[in-house]
């Protein structure tokens, strides 16, 4: 039946006309990570912040003033030549330098939610189409089941052993089942669509249908702790702090050197050097803009320590929802599904020796296919409630 799935997949994407090539998750999640439209913007921010902590040391422009004519008497022309530069205190540069050191490992962690929220995205697909792929087997599986009732139904009411209600139901119930198989090979394409756009890839993707469908827990060395999110607002938290430390150095003076080149007298090059203060006598401004980054940083803090708290019990309900449906998936896998092939297997035989009518072999039959069909779903939040715990706990694989 596999063989019947992956040959219809194949009659799918060949109408993209280029080659289709098997995907393992493994491979979407390493393709995804090297091709990604976000991962490519995110890694480019980070390259703009590395670029930027060059900008840590920016001088103001150098003043150069030249005065030429009767300055010094009436008689002679003098000149005189200044150069001036003026310096922040040296406690802000180091300050900038830090913020903008911050404001790189800012960018890095913003990427690494990225990849971890991409990686997540890839998840999610791969292991809905799985299901849908075993949906569309068991749709496929009843319809084989389906024409063989609909032809034993033609032949009962042949012979005279039923009435044409049977057989009319018989190839209802048929056309609805292929009707449901249309419409999941439609879902199965878009979600096709959504993964080659995730990876931002013009191939033709077939996944791999022989790993397990269960996804496997994370590791338990992979801590909450180190949840994405929660290292992004620590580190704003950190750049909001140094935002701070850098608005309260620019209270500071600021200082000014400079040398001047004159004549006297046409007596050339005598020099003077000279040395000043700028002092923030109207800081009013400034120290609005302290408050301001204080009242940030403030913010910053109550952020972190709010999404900490949501995140540890967003965790302790997602590790019961997975003891919840482990226990659900070990009835199915136990008890449920061999039941369901059981009545399969009895209710066709019974069928077809003409022991039961087929209203009640119908009802034994859409029972059997309704466990099947409900272990998929259970498997289908399962893996949902999987994928979405890694990603809190920031885990790509």
Known sequence: ???????????????TGSAQRLLTLQAALQTGQQQSLLLQSATLDVQQQQALRRTAF???????????????????????????QTFAWPGLYRAQAELFNRNVGLSQNRLRLSRVELASGI??????LLVDQRRLELLLSQDTLYQ??????????QTGETNRLEQVSAQARLRAIRNRANSLRLDISSQYQTLSA??????????????PLKRPLPPDSVRWENNPLLSLLRQQTAVSGQLTLVERQRLKPDLRVGVLNQSIETRHNQNVVQAGVGLPIFAGAQKARIAAATLGEQAARSQLAYTTRQLSGQRAVLVQQIEKYRGSLTYYESTALPQADLILDTALKSYRAGDIEYVEFFQSVQQAWQLRENYLSEIEQYNQVVIELETLLGYEN
């Open 58 to 84: 920016d001088l103001p422009r150098t003043n150069v003033d030249v005065q030429y004519g009767r300055i010094q008497t009436f008689r002679n022309n003098d000149y005189t030549v200044g150069l001036v």
């Open 123 to 128: 998840k999610q697909v791969y292991y809905q």
């Open 1 to 15: 039946m596999k063989r019947i799935i992956l040959a219809l997949s194949a009659l799918f994407y060949a109408q």
């Open 198 to 211: 995730l990876l931002n890839s013009s191939d033709s993707l077939k996944i791999d249908v022989e790993i």
């Open 148 to 157: 063989t009732a609909a032809r034993a139904a033609t032949i009962r009411y």
